[in-house]
């Protein structure tokens, strides 16, 4: 399987160290590092997830001229994806920086531009997608409200992703989901949701709000996550499906969306009902948060752990007596 993913690339850098006492000038820690990392983020980090699946995977981004832009396009080629990026020399490579005292988070300096793609960069990204969209089986739009998924560009990228029968996935951060109409699948968090209907969702009107976003968009299904209450899958008309979570030790939830965006996009593409496909997603997104830092998924470790949850869920299945359990 081939996928075209377009959005907001991120560099995700780690600064690690010890708390070595209070700093004599200001009431702070004094943090000693010892370990400075850098891992691809938001669009790249779905790219990275894809390949890490064993999918062929074109990335279509804007960086900066910096050295956060280098450390992008240099890793996209070590991993083996095709990297189409823009390069805008009047805006930074979106960065975030991460101050950790060992597995505690300190602080986190964001470097960005939000501002909108110019017109002369919109119709450069259209011409990338445009030479790859024959090729691939999927498109999957990354989000992160950077300024790339502008309606400028995902209007016309959908219509042509949708003349050649792509199914379209996307992870969305705008507030208005008509900004997504065509899409085939949208994965937002709880938070997204509420952000969206301007509204805080409970258990009991979360249906509604899907119902009401479903609407919005056009789209298929929603696949929305809930973090330690696992994710719920709704689709018009249809009774909503909702999967426990099954992580068991959470580390870091950094970059989970991605992978589940990732996972699911690659499951449904291959052949798997939506049911399924979550299903596999929510497996997947329990292994990355299990991880320290933004994280990638391979296939092996994935085909291990759905090993291990279709055991588990045939042994709950057993002792209660009934035929619930994973589609899987």
Not at 123 to 136: H, K
Not at 202 to 214: H, Q, Y
Request: net charge negative.
């Amino acid at each position: 399987m081939t996928f075209l993913v377009v959005g907001d690339v991120i560099c995700d850098t780690y600064v690690v160290g010890d708390v070595s006492g209070i700093s004599p000038e200001a009431p702070v820690p004094v943090l000693a590092s010892v370990d400075e990392r850098r891992c691809l983020g938001g669009a790249a980090n779905v790219a990275a997830n894809l390949r890490a699946l064993g999918c062929e995977v074109c990335l279509v981004g804007v960086v900066g001229d910096d050295v956060a832009g280098r450390y992008v396009r240099e890793r996209l080629r070590v991993q083996g994806i095709a990297e189409l990026l823009l390069r805008d020399a009047g805006r930074p490579t979106t960065e975030k920086t991460r101050i950790m005292a060992r597995h505690q988070q300190v602080v986190r300096l964001d470097r960005e531009s939000r501002r909108p793609m110019p017109a002369e960069l919109i119709a450069q990204a259209l011409a990338r997608t445009n030479s790859v969209l024959p090729e691939v089986d999927g498109l999957i739009c990354s989000d992160y409200d950077k300024g790339v998924c502008t309606p400028g560009l995902l209007d016309p990228l959908f219509e042509r992703a949708k003349a050649a029968a792509l199914p379209i996935f996307v992870d969305p951060k705008a507030r208005d989901f008509a900004r997504y109409r065509g899409a085939t699948v949208l994965t937002p968090n709880l938070a997204e949701v509420g952000h969206a209907t301007r509204d805080r969702p409970e258990p009991e009107s979360l249906a509604s709000a899907a119902e009401r976003l479903l609407r919005r968009s056009e789209a298929q299904a929603l696949l929305v996550t809930r973090g330690e209450a696992g994710m719920s899958l709704f689709r018009p008309a249809e009774v909503p499906h909702h999967l426990p979570a099954h992580a068991r030790d959470v580390v870091d939830v950094t970059g989970a969306g991605d992978t589940v965006i990732a996972a699911f996009a690659a499951a449904a593409v291959g052949g798997l009902s939506y049911a399924e496909a979550a299903w596999l997603a929510n497996v997947a997104a329990s292994i990355a948060v299990g991880k320290a830092g933004t994280a990638v998924v391979c296939r092996d470790e994935l085909e291990a752990q759905a090993q291990v949850a279709r055991t588990d869920a045939a042994e709950r299945r057993a002792s209660a007596g009934d035929g619930s359990g994973s589609p899987g």
